[in-house]
């Protein structure tokens, strides 16, 4: 039997307005744009805007050619602002993540030459094709939007998020990613095969030129950092934040882990669920967002022990047992 703690009630503590009805519309024609380009997936669509929303990263995990960059490119056209693409190979060095800086003949000084992570949408394809050296450049950029050379800092503009693809790391040619740059993405999913009517769709939209050329930019880059910044201000009662630290604190005493969710994580996971609930249309957060958003958020975080890997043990099933185990707040009634 699940139990459950009783929880404020939301309507009666609700933060700052916050314009939702502008969000819902720009929101909408995001998701609509991407429908027509990403045909059968409006899950990983829903995650890709949840985690723009809530100042994250993504991170898309599968087997080549399901429409892992396709997700990122359409994203990236859908907001008017600056895009750059990475393409990680073992070869690729951090300075072409970062940038370098060069001696000026005619100054006779240095200038610095930003790299490609200087945008407000940075697609990262195949991150763990490079090696992990250069996967530690986006170490400083990803959690702290801003990168230093030589001893200067130069800040990353808003809004900024990385959206990186990795086939899986059984496959030849990858480096597996290490925790710290695993903990820096705020969710991971996967896109899976489509469904037989939408790939049937697929062949003949995409048959001729890509739907990704006709797509047009529905909102600004401007617009999407004030979203942001609305939804930082949803409410999340005093209940719900303490879920989330319990569901944290269980997997770092979980028997099956040996390495459990973060503070970062827990933050992730909080900032992902008010994204969450403002596409709902809800000015507050509720268990369900936690929930729903828990696998993505906290399971590419986890490191299973030795004998739960050996019982065939997935993160994902880990997260679920957890939320088995942790009580749930009481919805106001």
């Known amino acids: 039997m699940v139990h459950h703690r009783q929880m404020?009630?939301?309507?009666?503590?609700?933060?700052?307005?916050?314009?939702?009805?502008?969000?819902?519309?720009?929101?909408g024609d995001m998701r609509r744009a991407m429908a027509s380009v990403i045909e059968g997936k409006d899950g990983p669509v829903r995650t890709?805007?949840?985690?723009?929303?809530?100042?994250?990263?993504?991170?898309?995990?599968?087997?080549?050619?399901?429409?892992?960059?396709?997700?990122?490119?359409?994203?990236?056209?859908?907001?008017?602002?600056?895009?750059?693409?990475?393409?990680?190979?073992?070869?690729?060095?951090?300075?072409?993540?970062?940038?370098?800086s060069v001696f000026n003949q005619d100054t006779h000084g240095f200038e610095f030459r930003p790299g490609a992570i200087f945008a407000n949408v940075v697609v990262g394809d195949e991150i763990n094709r490079a090696s992990p050296k250069t996967q530690s450049a986006l170490l400083e950029s990803m959690e702290e939007r801003q990168v230093?050379?030589?001893?200067?800092?130069?800040?990353?503009?808003?809004?900024?998020?990385?959206?990186?693809?990795?086939?899986?790391?059984?496959?030849?040619?990858?480096?597996?990613?290490?925790?710290?740059?695993?903990?820096?993405?705020?969710?991971?999913?996967?896109?899976?095969?489509?469904?037989?009517?939408?790939?049937?769709?697929m062949l003949d939209s995409h048959g001729g030129a890509s739907p990704l050329d006709a797509l047009r930019p529905v909102t600004d880059a401007a617009t999407v950092a004030a979203l942001v910044r609305d939804v930082r201000r949803l409410y999340a009662s005093p209940a719900v934040r303490?879920?989330?630290?319990?569901?944290?604190?269980?997997?770092?005493?979980?028997?099956?882990?040996?390495?459990?969710?973060?503070?970062?994580?827990?933050?992730?996971?909080?900032?992902?669920?008010?994204?969450h609930a403002a596409l709902d249309g809800r000015d507050h957060v509720l268990p369900d967002d936690v929930h729903e958003l828990a696998v993505p958020v906290l399971?590419?975080?986890?490191?299973?022990?030795?004998?739960?890997?050996?019982?065939?043990l997935t993160e994902a099933r880990a997260v679920q047992d957890l939320l088995a185990e942790v009580p749930v707040p009481a919805r106001a009634r």
């Not at 600056?82 to 393409?87: K, L, Y």
């Open 8 to 27: 404020s009630s939301p309507e009666a503590l609700v933060g700052p307005a916050v314009d939702l009805d502008r969000l819902h519309a720009v929101t």
């Open 48 to 100: 890709a805007l949840t985690v723009l929303l809530a100042e994250g990263h993504l991170l898309v995990e599968d087997v080549p050619g399901v429409g892992k960059t396709m997700l990122a490119k359409t994203l990236a056209r859908t907001v008017d602002c600056t895009v750059r693409r990475i393409q990680f190979t073992p070869d690729l060095l951090p300075s072409d993540i970062t940038g370098v």
């Open 148 to 201: 230093t050379v030589d001893g200067h800092t130069y800040p990353l503009h808003p809004p900024f998020i990385v959206m990186a693809t990795q086939n899986p790391i059984e496959m030849e040619g990858t480096y597996p990613l290490p925790e710290a740059q695993r903990d820096r993405f705020m969710a991971r999913i996967s896109m899976g095969y489509p469904a037989p009517a939408a790939e049937l769709a």
């Open 242 to 275: 303490q879920y989330v630290v319990d569901l944290a604190g269980a997997s770092r005493r979980s028997p099956q882990l040996r390495l459990g969710a973060s503070p970062r994580a827990a933050l992730h996971l909080l900032r992902a669920c008010r994204a």
């Open 299 to 312: 399971a590419h975080r986890l490191l299973l022990s030795g004998e739960a890997r050996l019982a065939g």
